[in-house]
Every structure is written in C-alpha cells, then in structure tokens.
C-alpha cells in the first residue's frame, strides 16, 4: 500500500479542467511517513535568501534539488546541481536570467517523505501510458516568504506566470500569523479560473502547467508586532521524451 493516498479524484479534475485543490484532510500519511515531514520541516528555518527579488527584496528564501524520475518503476535519482533559468516568456521579471539558488541539503534528497510525495503527486496527473513509462525531471523547491510591518512578502513577485513544467504540485509547509497568499489560477488567455486559499498544512493544489497560469497574492502579518512566514515544498515535472 502506498505510504500516502487520497480519494479526492485528482486526476479527474486535472483531465476535466487542467487544476485540482486537495485539502490536507483528504489525505492519509503513514506515521512514519509523517516523522519523516517533521524532519524535512526544519529545513524550512534554514533557508539561504533569494538574490534575484526585485527592487532587492529580503522577503523570500529558498533551496531547490533535481531529480531523474522513473514513474514506471518508482526511482528517484539525484540529479547534479545546476542554475535555474525561465523564459521571459513565462517570467516576465526575473525570466530570461540565469539565477542561482543554494542546492537542496542532503538529507532532503533522501528523505522519504519528500520521496513519496513525488511519487503521489505524480499518481494523481492524467499522463498516458507512454509517458508514465518515460523519464521525467522533477525539480523540488522549498521556498518560505516573510512579510513584516515595513515589506510585504511576495510568493509570485513574477505576478501571473508558469514555470515552466507540465504539471506542479504545490504543498503549504508553513503559515503563521500571515493573511493574503491568495491562489489564482488562470486559463491560457489569462481569464480567472479559480481562487483559493491554502490554510492547514499540507493543503496543496496541482495544475497542468503546460496550459494554465498562475500566481499567488501578497502576504503581511495579522500581528504586525511579529513576522508572516508562508512556505511552500513545490515540484515542478518535466516530461523528458529525449532521455
């Protein structure tokens, strides 16, 4: 059995309208998987500063690995570290630039919530039998933003944007004392499809990046004597036909 589930029909809502949102109570996790979570959880609080914000912004901190991916057999390989680039096309702030993140911490690599995770989230997308036995990439991001009295925290500073991928997942690690962070996804001509709000932990929406848009509203603190943090363990899926 596999170490994470959900009866929510994913996959249907991904094939019928291109996006699906999964609440975190919807979703079985094995206990050990779940000890497996608190340990990448930490990760979240060391997280190098994102260089690349426009106006040069402090609000965003992130990490990001690759990994060789098998769907047919379930194996996950470490890919080495590279520098991300997006399209101007896709990105139009920081796209056309080549950007450079801190690599993914070792144990994250082999964590085995992390692992499963990608393998579930794969599960729900409605891929053919071709693909599913094809070699994919994924890229897996841990991002945070923080916002306090004196500068908003932007999760999207691109605005509506795609990344890039063709299909992504995207799970809420952390939300304290934060309002806004409001998702909204949009067809290919850029119309308003959907609206929503991840709350609890592990609350997470997948979407066929290939074909829609997205972006996700400003944050800043309820209390504005303390800090918003709203972070995210995000992967990206890159169909590699030529691998």
Not at 155 to 176: K, Q, W
Request: include cysteine; proline fraction near 6%; charged fraction near 30%.
């Amino acid at each position: 059995m596999p170490g994470i589930s959900t009866r929510h029909p994913v996959r249907r809502e991904l094939a019928e309208r291109g996006y699906s949102l999964l609440r975190a109570r919807e979703i079985d996790i094995d206990d050990d998987l779940r000890e497996s979570w608190l340990s990448l959880s930490i990760d979240f609080a060391d997280l190098p500063g994102d260089e690349h914000l426009p106006g040069g912004g402090k609000y965003r901190r992130r990490r990001y690995g690759r990994f060789r991916f098998l769907p047919s057999s379930g194996e996950l390989k470490p890919l080495p570290h590279v520098d991300y680039f997006q399209s101007a096309d896709i990105n139009r702030v920081t796209g056309g630039t080549i950007r450079k993140f801190a690599p993914m911490l070792e144990g994250a690599f082999g964590n085995p919530f992390l692992r499963e995770l990608i393998r579930f989230d794969f599960n729900q997308f409605p891929v053919s039998l071709a693909e599913r036995e094809a070699v994919w990439e994924v890229q897996a991001h841990l991002i945070r933003v923080t916002a306090s009295a004196e500068e908003q925290g932007h999760p999207t500073p691109e605005g509506i944007h795609r990344d890039g991928a063709s299909y992504v997942a995207v799970h809420l690690a952390e939300l304290l004392n934060a309002r806004g962070g409001d998702v909204s996804i949009y067809d290919d001509d850029k119309r308003l499809l959907a609206g929503f709000r991840l709350e609890d932990i592990m609350d997470c929406y997948f979407f066929h990046d290939a074909s829609l848009w997205h972006q996700a509203s400003p944050i800043s603190p309820i209390d504005e004597a303390h800090q918003a943090i709203r972070s995210i363990l995000t992967f990206d899926y890159h169909f590699r036909s030529d691998q």
